[in-house]
Structure formats: structure tokens, C-alpha cells
């Protein structure tokens, strides 16, 4: 099973950018699904996790307004919606995803599945 993240570039301050992360086996629909982020020189930081269905969502406290995580369970994907966007949010976005239990976590040893990271650079 693979994660396959998309959508990272370059934007402005202010602007929006939009990631999007594919499950490679969609049989595998019990995930819990989320983005960690690590910036140079600093910890792997929680932005946001999703259950299998969106029911329950988690935020990392800068993130939390600005950014929205959605699932879509038909294409097994997950999306991360990011707008107002600041120089601190740039950083390596890595998808990850848990089943085993399909819950949330802050904490990034609790995902054994992770994607190959997506540069996000917010120029000021």
C-alpha cells in the first residue's frame, strides 16, 4: 500500500494552495488520514487528520481556521484545502494514514503509512 501526495508549489502570502493524497489500495477504506509537515531545522508537525469518513477532524493550532481536510472515499483520497496562507506554513506536507486503529493522532509515530512529502514554499 503507497501514498501518493500532490499539489505543493509556490505561492504568496495571502494566497491558497490546495494537496490532494491517493491510497493506492482502495479496498483499504477503515483509514484514518491526515498531513504532518516539517520545516527545516524543526520537529514533524500534526497539521490535520481526518477519520475514514470525516466524521471526526483534528487541526494543529496554526493551522486551524485557515485549513480544511476532506475526504473522498470513492477515489480513497484525501485533500487539504490551505488558504490564507503565511511564510510559516512552508515546509516538506507529508500524507499519512493509519488503520490499525483508523484513528486520529497528533503524535507521528502512530502512522505507519506515509506519503513521499510535497514541498509547500509561501514566499512573503
Known amino acids: 500500500v503507497q501514498l501518493q501526495a500532490s499539489g505543493g508549489g509556490l505561492v504568496q502570502a495571502g494566497e491558497s494552495l490546495r494537496l490532494s493524497c491517493a491510497v493506492s489500495d482502495r479496498t483499504l477504506t477503515a483509514v484514518a488520514m491526515g498531513w504532518f509537515r516539517q520545516a527545516p531545522g524543526k520537529e514533524r508537525e500534526f497539521v490535520a487528520g481526518?477519520?475514514?469518513?470525516?466524521?471526526?477532524?483534528d487541526y494543529g493550532d496554526s493551522v486551524r481556521g485557515r485549513f480544511t481536510i476532506s475526504r473522498n472515499n470513492a477515489r480513497n483520497m484525501v485533500s487539504l484545502q490551505m488558504n490564507s496562507l503565511q511564510s510559516e506554513d512552508t515546509a516538506v506536507y507529508y500524507c499519512?494514514?493509519?488503520?490499525?486503529?483508523?484513528?486520529?493522532?497528533?503524535?507521528?509515530?502512530?502512522?505507519?503509512?506515509w506519503g513521499q512529502g510535497t514541498q509547500v514554499t509561501v514566499s512573503s
Open positions: 499519512v494514514a493509519r488503520f490499525n486503529p483508523p484513528q486520529i493522532s497528533r503524535d507521528p509515530g502512530a502512522y505507519r503509512l
Open positions: 481526518s477519520t475514514w469518513n470525516g466524521g471526526t477532524t
